[in-house]
Structure formats: C-alpha cells, structure tokens
C-alpha cells in the first residue's frame, strides 16, 4: 500500500487480548524506522495517529486486535483530496486503499445523499461556510451500524452536493474510553459560528451511566478553529442546567439576534419539553433568560437539537421531539414556531411539522451568503434498517433553503442539486406514467397538475412491499406497504397539490410539495435497486407535465 499524499495513518483499535498491537512495516525507510509496533489497548477503541512518510509503501498489520475505521490524512489539500480509507482484507488480513471518490455501493445505499463511509451517523452538527468550502460536522459512531459513544465526523464540500470525508474530529472523553461498560455519552451535538476570522464550536458533552437519569450530566463546551483541521481545546461554557429543567440539556445553537449572542439549548422544564435561551456578550459568560418556548403538548421527553433564527422578518424556532408519537403514529418529529421575538420573548403565531415522512429529524440550519440552508438526519425510526456488512445506518437530507411565505415555513432544496439531473428517463403530459427497472434506483421525478386531482405513484417496491404518494379525499400523504411502518399515516399538511418534487435515492425517499409547502422523507429499503415510478391517476388529462431524471452519484468514482 503507497501512501501517496498522505503523511498520517489514523486506526480506532481495540486489543483482543494483552500484548494486542498494530505494526506498520516499510522496506523503502531505514533499518531502524523499518518496522514500528505501537500497543493497543484493551477495552473500547482507541485513536492511535501514526506519522508515515509519503509516497512510501508501506504494510500494516494488525495483530490481536480489531480495526473498525482507519484511514490516511494529513495530505496538504485534504480539503479537496479527503482522507483515504483503508480497510482489512478477510483473506490476507492486509489493509486495502480505497479512493477517496469511492463510497461502498449497495441497493440500499443512497448515492446522491450524504452517508459516513460506513457503521452509525446522527444529527448534522457545526454546520457553517468556512473559507471557501461548506463543513459539516456529524454524530458519528465510527465502531458499528448502532448509536453508542458519540464522535464527531467531519465532511467539506464546495456545493453543498459533492462531500469528501474528513478525519474524525472530536472523540468521547476519557473518563468513557476508561470504563465504556458503565458510562455513556460522549461528544454530543453542536453548532458553529463564525467570529473574527475564528470557527467557534458549541457543544454538549454528555457522562453519565448506561441508562439516563440524574446522575446524567450534560454540560456546554466551546472550541476554536482557524482551519478546520485543528481545534483548541475544550472550555467549559455551562456546568449545569438551570433549576427546573431536566438532565436532559444540551445541543447548543448559538446565534446573534437583535445584536446579542444568543444560545438555544434543549431540555425539559416542569416535565414540558423546552427551548432554553442564554444571552452572552462575550461568547465566554452565559447567562440564563429563561425559556425561549415551552411545548403544550404532554408526553414528550424533552427538546433535543434546538434551532432559532431570524427568517424573512419574522422568527423561527425548531425543536426534535423526544419520545413524541402523534396522532398518526409518527415518532419524533422536528416542530417548527414561527413568530416573534421581542426583549428576549418569543410569542408563537404559528406552528406546523417541519418534514411530514418522519424520517427527518434534528435538523440545523446555518447562513450563507444571504441563503438559510437546513439538513437534517435521515433517521431509522421504525427499525427498518438493515444490516449489511460494511452498510452505513443514517445519513442527511438534501441541504434545504428555507423561506417563510404567509406565516409557513417553506423548505426547497437547493438549486446546486439540480447539477446532478442526467439522462431523461421519461417527459409527457395528460397520460399516466408507468416507469419500472430504473437501476440504480436514483432519481428524481417533478409533476405538475392542472387540477387538485387525485393520484397515487408507486415510488419504490411492489404490490406487497412498497412505498407510495398518495392524494384523495384524504389529503396527500406517504404511505408504506409491508414494512413496520406500515400502520403509520405520513399525512402533508398541504391543501391542493399542484406541483410536486420528488427525490428517490435507493433508500431514502424525499417528497417536495408546491414548491415547499411541505416536504416529507421517508426510508423504505430495498434489496433489489430496481427503482419505480408509477404514476395512476383517473383524471390524468389534468397532468400538466411529468419528468422523470436519472439522478448522478455523488460519489464520483463510483460505477
Ligand atoms: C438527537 C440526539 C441529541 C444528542 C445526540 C447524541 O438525535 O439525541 O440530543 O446530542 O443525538 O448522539
């Protein structure tokens, strides 16, 4: 294996049994630099970073003990070249490079949705625009397909569309790695601002015992960046909640409203889920002002991954519902208030769901030039994941600009995406449409309807496993067939449907209504990566238009 560019060998290793090591061999370097071991430890997995010389082959070996991630950096141009992954051969145990551009291909892998390289991703974090390239920072367990111990993972990009993957970022504290069979948290969700030249991180760190309670403590940490590779240490910004709100207290949003700094921290106040807002002047000193909003509705755990800005003149909060169902049967899904915020109050005009599918939730937004752009994690909710060898559980939405027209909260997806719209697989108007064997299963189909007519299309699947977009005297809605979230209703709160977006990407499925009046995403997997686009409608004189494009993968090395 020649290490090219790259000048570091980053390993998460843990030891099988004493004595457990890593040992990187080179017959190109010197005697006494020829063959290095470096021990591992036993228990979780630790981070061993290990220089190498470029341009150098090099063997490694692992020996009692277990890899799960490990890859090649510090390359001067890793913003654009991204690490390079390695991976362990079954048969000669050696470790193999794949390319950058690559990404593992399966039928239930999205190709034009961001994904981590392999095993556990959640909430999109610290995101920002930063020198040139977009940053996005996520939940990532690095080990398996579940959620366990948190690290941040790191991507960049400079469309928002095209992602290379960078070295993980933050890894859980010491205090976890020691004892991981008694203590859980990690590096919990955060964002990010930009301040005199500088990346300011907020986030949560998270400690406490297996299951949650008061002994679970989350605490708000800041750290600089100047260049997005480093990071200062972490400082300690908010040792405890306020009285009255629950453990459960963390994912920092930090931004400027009215000329102050303000954070948004989730939590729960009295047992009512709850927005908390503190004021700073300094981005060093918080102090708490008091709830920003306190949900009506019973029965959910807490806030989690708050969101708060200043929209089209008016102001917008979004909160994930913990352990919330809905009178549908929808699990946690992200609310939005729209409304006021005066003296440090925020007065609700207006409420609505920020993604009907249910599949989309703690979603951060950040600015750039002008534009407000969301993502939110595509997440498994209905336990319909599923596991293959080097799979990825989770992964983001298409980036959403967001606007507020009429007092509702619009979500389109940015323009870049449209760069990816190849070969056209169908084009017609005033016929139902009937598309099978669309392989890969990428693409993306926009309608346009005369009238407020009714129709269901078939988006993935067959007569008895499926996933379809449904309009009757119902209203529209998403609706799976032969899978668990089949007895769920996924209803859009739209009242006509005049155009429609829709994005089908293997897995994932995102529906765009009227130009973003609502926007629903959904999982539905599928073994087979034969794609459908079914379209039945009695009075189909009234379709205006119907397109359907062949989607491109993001992942440009891939066939
Ligand atoms: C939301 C969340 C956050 C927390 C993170 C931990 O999905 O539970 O509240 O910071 O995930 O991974």
Wanted: include cysteine.
């Amino acid at each position: 294996m020649n290490t090219g560019n790259y000048a570091m060998l980053e390993v998460f290793a843990r030891a099988l049994q004493p004595g457990g090591k890593i040992r990187v061999v080179s017959e190109a370097i010197s005697v006494l630099e020829k063959c290095r071991e470096f021990p591992v430890e036993q228990g979780y997995y630790r981070w061993l970073k290990i220089p190498v010389e470029t341009d150098t082959e090099y063997e490694i070996f692992c020996e009692e003990c277990q890899v799960s991630f490990c890859y090649l950096s510090g390359c001067e141009n890793i913003l654009e070249a991204g690490v390079c992954y390695l991976e362990q051969e079954k048969e000669s145990g050696g470790f193999v490079k794949f390319s950058q551009a690559r990404q593992y291909d399966s039928p239930i892998r999205e190709t034009y949705h961001f994904a981590p390289w392999k095993n556990w991703l959640n909430d999109p974090n610290g995101l920002c625009w930063f020198q040139g390239y977009y940053h996005m920072f996520y939940q990532l367990n690095p080990h398996s397909q579940q959620w366990s111990q948190m690290y941040w993972g790191h991507a960049a990009s400079k469309d928002l569309v095209h992602w290379v993957h960078l070295p993980v970022a933050l890894e859980p504290q010491e205090e976890i790695l020691n004892n991981p069979e008694e203590q859980k948290g990690g590096a919990f969700s955060g964002s990010a601002i930009m301040h005199e030249g500088e990346a300011i991180f907020f986030l949560t760190r998270s400690l406490g015992p297996m299951v949650d309670g008061e002994n679970t403590l989350q605490q708000q940490w800041k750290m600089t960046s100047r260049d997005m590779l480093h990071f200062s240490k972490e400082r300690l910004v908010i040792d405890r909640p306020p009285r009255g709100a629950s453990f459960d207290f963390r994912d920092p949003k930090v931004i400027k409203a009215s000329k102050k700094w303000y954070m948004a921290l989730g939590s729960a106040l009295e047992g009512k889920a709850a927005i908390l807002l503190y004021e700073s002047g300094d981005l060093e000193h918080w102090n708490y002002t008091g709830p920003l909003l306190v949900e009506k509705e019973t029965g959910i755990r807490c806030m989690e991954c708050p969101d708060f800005m200043e929209l089209d003149g008016k102001y917008l909060a979004v909160g994930a519902l913990m352990h919330h169902y809905d009178s549908q049967g929808r699990y946690q899904m992200c609310r939005y208030y729209i409304g006021d915020f005066e003296d440090g109050t925020f007065t609700e005009e207006h409420r609505g769901w920020f993604d009907f599918g249910s599949n989309c939730y703690a979603m951060q937004s950040f600015e750039h030039k002008g534009r407000r752009i969301s993502i939110g994690w595509i997440s498994d909710f209905y336990g319909e994941h599923l596991e293959l060898e080097r799979g990825a559980c989770g992964s983001m939405t298409i980036p959403r600009e967001m606007h507020i027209r009429d007092g509702r909260l619009y979500l389109t997806p940015v323009r870049e995406i449209e760069s990816l719209k190849s070969e056209r697989l169908y084009r017609g108007q005033g016929e139902n449409v009937c598309l099978k064997g669309i392989c890969p299963n990428a693409y993306k189909a926009e309608v346009e309807f005369e009238d407020n007519i009714a129709f269901s299309i078939q988006l993935g699947g067959d007569e008895n496993r499926g996933i379809l977009l449904i309009h009757d005297e119902k209203g529209l809605r998403i609706q799976t067939k032969g899978v668990k979230s089949e007895s769920v209703m996924f209803p859009a709160e739209v009242e006509k449907v005049e155009k429609l977006e829709i994005f089908a990407d293997r897995r994932t499925v995102e529906v765009y209504v009227n130009d973003g009046e609502a926007v629903g995403t959904k999982l539905f997997y599928d073994i087979s990566d034969q794609g459908c686009f079914i379209l039945n409608a009695e009075a189909a004189e009234c379709l205006k238009r119907a397109e359907v494009f062949r989607m491109e993968s993001i992942w440009t090395g891939e066939k």
